[in-house]
């Protein structure tokens, strides 16, 4: 923008843009990063086209309109598909935890090479997502319009109302992952005149190595931990090539690609409801002599180092240490229906005798677990470890956030897996806020 005097409209105003670019901010006073821009394209019907036409830090760019910052998205009317009647602009604060009521000092600014324009958006109180300015066509022209209208009830009612497929599953408790226990005998039945401890199966020698795709009957595979000496090592991790990587026919890589995804491991005591949440992160990457006996061995950094695929792995002593999910956050740098864009990602569980770098030897048992994902939704559990009676067991099933949640999946105190637990820990920019969750040790939830 040049000197162009700033123009200050209000709620309702309808005002003739001159310019064929602007970049559109939601400035605010405080807190720093509370509020994340996102536009919406929209046809005469008020409705998108398709999911791309959703441009938010999850897909941050479609044709014409691109994000710019987490707080700014710029908008080229030239570039604008013919079929696009709107380009509404909406800030969201649910990524934070916070009401529109709790930012401080609030203001849409619009500004072109030649004209700038300004509007505070009154009244906000509990909303959460607020539809701040919307860009449309008026003949041959375009306008501005200040809507400042909030949504209590989110950015998944946002999306909805423009048309875009929210995941229509249950919030609650929708799959109980954690194995079978035998069920107590129902009241008032008489007890067995003794009681026969079960006979333990005999110990399994058989080379574990099984691979379980999303085609595969049965998502479970086990290692049986009793055959191995005190000195093999077990070993959890996420593998990808990243974006845009080169195979021959052989599937061989030829050329990796590119992008990061943050891994966490989420750790569940059984016994007291604890969880500990594991990550590459300085400060959280577990200590092997304390719960729940797992370290990770560090953030990776990158597809091709080495030669080498991108690598987060945890050691996990090879115990009864209660569940670990292995969770993946895909809205930061992923874009929608991400993981299956970097590059066959893949869960490995390896448990052998060391190799010179100390990790499981060729010879390990593995379990390979290949993930393929559709859903925009921010975080998905791609694996379910448990060991129990010495026999380690992988429940490969992806599994998803809500959607337009960053909650990360947990387990309650029963088990039960949770797509977005109340109290547990939210995914977040580690560029902003150096550390990717709000927090990482707490009570797994009571069932709902």
């Excluded at 700033?6 to 003739?16: C, L, R």
């Excluded at 013919?82 to 649910?94: F, K, L, N, P, Y």
């Excluded at 200590?287 to 996990?316: C, K, S, Y």
């Excluded at 590059?343 to 060729?362: F, I, T």
């Amino acid at each position: 923008m040049g000197n162009a005097m700033v123009v200050e409209v209000a709620k309702g105003a309808k005002t003739d843009l001159v310019d064929g670019r602007y970049t559109v901010r939601l400035d605010l006073a405080g807190p720093a990063g509370a509020v994340d821009v996102s536009a919406v394209l929209v046809t005469g019907d008020g409705r998108v086209r398709s999911d791309a036409d959703f441009v938010f830090f999850n897909n941050p760019a479609a044709p014409g309109v691109q994000l710019v910052s987490d707080a700014a998205v710029s908008v080229d009317l030239t570039a604008v598909p013919a079929d696009i009647q709107r380009v509404v602009i909406a800030g969201s604060t649910e990524a934070q935890g916070l009401r529109f009521g709790e930012v401080s000092g609030l203001r849409v600014a619009v500004d072109g090479d030649t004209q700038a324009l300004s509007f505070t958006p009154p009244g906000l109180d509990s909303e959460t997502v607020l539809q701040a300015v919307a860009l449309y066509r008026r003949g041959s022209g375009w306008r501005l319009d200040a809507i400042g209208q909030g949504y209590s009830a989110g950015l998944a009612a946002f999306a909805t109302d423009h048309g875009i497929e929210v995941d229509a599953e249950p919030e609650g408790p929708a799959t109980d992952i954690a194995p079978p226990n035998p069920s107590p005998a129902p009241v008032g039945t008489a007890a067995p005149a003794m009681a026969v401890a079960p006979v333990p199966p005999a110990i399994d020698l058989r080379k574990v190595d099984v691979v379980l795709t999303k085609d595969s009957p049965d998502k479970r595979a086990t290692i049986d931990l009793r055959k191995g000496d005190p000195g093999y090592v077990l070993t959890v991790g996420l593998e990808w090539d990243g974006r845009g990587a080169h195979y021959d026919q052989t599937g061989r890589v030829t050329r990796f690609g590119t992008g990061d995804l943050d891994v966490y491991f989420f750790c569940r005591n059984e016994i007291t409801g604890d969880y500990v949440v594991i990550s590459g992160e300085k400060g959280h990457q577990g200590n092997l002599a304390m719960w729940p006996f797992i370290h990770h061995q560090g953030d990776t950094r990158g597809p091709g180092a080495n030669n080498l695929p991108a690598t987060e792995q945890v050691i996990v002593r090879p115990t009864e240490n209660g569940d670990l999910l292995l969770n993946v956050y895909q809205s930061v740098d992923n874009g929608a229906g991400a993981i299956d864009t970097f590059g066959r990602p893949r869960v490995r569980v390896r448990y052998g005798r060391p190799g010179p770098d100390g990790l499981p030897g060729p010879d390990a048992d593995q379990i390979t677990v290949l993930i393929g994902n559709g859903k925009n939704s921010f975080w998905a559990t791609v694996a379910h470890i448990d060991v129990r009676d010495g026999l380690l067991t992988v429940d490969g099933t992806t599994r998803y956030s809500r959607a337009f949640s960053e909650r990360m999946p947990v387990l309650d105190t029963t088990g039960t897996w949770q797509r977005s637990a109340k109290n547990g820990p939210v995914g977040r920019s580690k560029g902003r806020n150096g550390l990717g969750l709000t927090r990482y040790e707490g009570r797994c939830p009571d069932p709902r």
